[in-house]
């Protein structure tokens, strides 16, 4: 397993992911309409030619899934139980069709599960960046995470 036990994921750690992904056309295209999003913005570029980015727009929550997808090699493949929640997700750049997403993550909390002695819970502060250098998506998500085994 590529994923990091609770143990091995300690406060203050910080990972830069590999590789990026460049977001295309279909990427877009596919996630908008299987998530029934009917946002012109998304979708039709005649639409969005005539908006203040002048093209289409990636859809936020692809780059949501996209950013977390991107750490998950480095982190949590194999180790984690599941997610817990989202916090604090922003957008703070648009997302083109052709940007290239590169990923970093750092840990930025952690304790061990109350109730279950073989699992913990991890706080990952997730940072997505474009091949410009500017963000386009931040968030703070909770795991719970595997102990290693005895």
């Known amino acids: 397993m590529a994923g990091k036990y609770f143990e091995e994921l300690e406060i203050g750690a910080v990972f830069v992911h590999q590789p990026s992904r460049t977001v295309t056309e279909t990427d877009n295209l596919l996630f ?29 929550i692809f780059t949501l899934g996209l950013v977390v997808g991107l750490s998950v090699g480095d982190t949590t ?3 984690t ?11 703070p750049n648009p997302v083109f069709i052709g940007d290239t997403i590169s990923v ?6 952690k304790r061990a599960s109350q109730s279950k002695p073989d699992r913990g819970i991890v706080t990952f502060e997730h940072q997505g ?5 500017e963000a386009v998506c931040l968030c703070t998500r909770r795991g719970m995470m595997m102990m290693r085994p005895t």
């Open 129 to 133: 960046i474009n091949q410009r250098g």
């Open 32 to 60: 908008t309409v299987l998530t029934m999003n009917p946002q012109p913005l998304h979708l039709d570029a005649e639409f969005a030619a005539n908006t203040q980015h002048g093209r289409i727009l990636v859809n936020s």
């Open 77 to 79: 493949l194999g180790t």
């Open 104 to 109: 970093n993550t750092r840990i930025v909390d």
């Open 81 to 91: 139980l599941g997610n817990l929640g989202f916090d604090n997700t922003t957008f």
